[in-house]
C-alpha cells in the first residue's frame, strides 16, 4: 500500500478505542477513533476510510445498525468487535453486510492481521473494478446477469442489487463449481473471508444472504440447494453459466 490505510475505530469503551487507536497507529494506519456511530458517520461523510473497525454495543445507534446502513450505500470493510458470548450479535452482524468479527478479548496481532486481509481485498476489488474492462466480465445464469466489474446483479427488468464482498466470492465459486456439491470447509477456503472454525456459521450466512438476492426461496431453493450432513450445491448447468476468464 503506498498510502497509509485509513481505520475508522468506533468504540465507547476509552480502554479499548485507545489500545486499538495506539496500536493500528504504531503499525503505520491512519487513525480516525470516535465512540459513537454518529461520530462515525460525520467521519465517514467526509474522509475516505478503507476500514472501519466497530463495536456492537454503543450507546445511540448501534452498531449493527451503522452496519445496515453503511452496507446500503458503501462497499468498505466491516470488521465488528463483539463480546465473546454474543454469538447472535455476530450472526445478526454478518447478515447485516459486515465482512469479518473479533470477540472480546481480543488479540492485538490477530485483529491486525483481519484488518490487514480485509484492507487488501476491499483495495484489490476497487482496483479490479476500475481497470478491468467489458471482455469477459458478464456471467448468467437463471434469469440473472453478474456484471464482474461492477459486482451487481440485474434481473430480467433490468433492475440492479449489489453484492458485498463476501457475496459476490461466494457467488463466484458457486459459478464456477456448478453442478458439484461444495462442504461449508471448501466454500469458507474458497472465499477465504476469515479463519474457519466449526461453530462458524459465516457460510450459512452467506447463503442466506445470496439467496435473498437472487430470490430463490429458503423454503424451497431452485438455484442453491442444500445437502444435508455436506454442504450446498449450486444447481445451473454449466451450459447456463459462461466459463471463466483463464
Avoid at 460525520?42 to 474522509?47: D, G, P, S, V, W
Wanted: with cysteine; charged share 30%.
Amino acid at each position: 500500500m503506498n498510502d497509509p490505510a485509513a481505520v475508522l475505530i468506533v468504540d465507547d469503551d476509552p480502554i479499548t478505542l485507545e489500545s486499538l487507536a495506539s496500536y493500528f497507529e504504531k503499525e503505520g494506519f491512519t487513525v480516525h477513533p470516535v465512540s459513537t456511530a454518529e461520530e462515525g458517520e460525520e467521519i465517514l461523510a467526509k474522509t475516505p476510510i478503507d476500514l472501519v473497525l466497530l463495536d456492537i454495543r454503543l450507546p445511540g445507534k448501534d452498531g449493527l445498525t451503522l452496519t445496515r446502513e453503511l452496507r446500503v450505500r458503501s462497499e468498505v470493510g466491516i470488521m465488528l468487535v463483539t463480546g465473546r458470548q454474543d454469538e447472535i450479535d455476530r450472526i445478526v452482524g454478518l447478515e447485516c453486510g459486515a465482512d469479518d468479527y473479533i470477540t472480546k478479548p481480543f488479540n492485538m496481532r490477530e485483529t491486525l492481521a483481519r484488518a490487514k486481509n480485509l484492507i487488501r481485498r476491499v483495495q484489490h476489488s476497487k482496483i479490479a473494478t476500475q481497470t478491468s474492462n467489458e471482455e469477459s466480465a458478464i456471467k448468467h445464469f437463471h434469469n440473472w446477469t453478474l456484471d464482474l466489474n461492477r459486482r451487481v446483479l440485474i434481473d430480467s427488468e433490468q433492475e440492479e442489487t449489489s453484492l458485498t464482498h463476501g457475496e459476490f466470492q461466494l457467488l463466484i465459486v458457486f459459478i464456477n463449481n456448478a453442478g458439484r456439491t461444495l462442504t461449508r470447509d471448501q466454500l469458507m477456503d474458497q472465499i477465504r473471508n476469515r479463519e474457519w472454525v466449526p461453530s462458524d456459521r459465516t457460510i450459512d450466512v452467506l447463503v442466506g444472504r445470496l439467496r435473498r438476492k437472487i430470490k430463490d426461496d429458503p423454503a424451497k431453493p431452485s438455484m442453491i440447494t442444500t445437502i444435508h450432513g455436506t454442504g450446498y450445491l449450486f444447481t445451473q448447468s454449466s451450459s447456463n453459466v459462461n466459463k471463466p476468464c483463464t
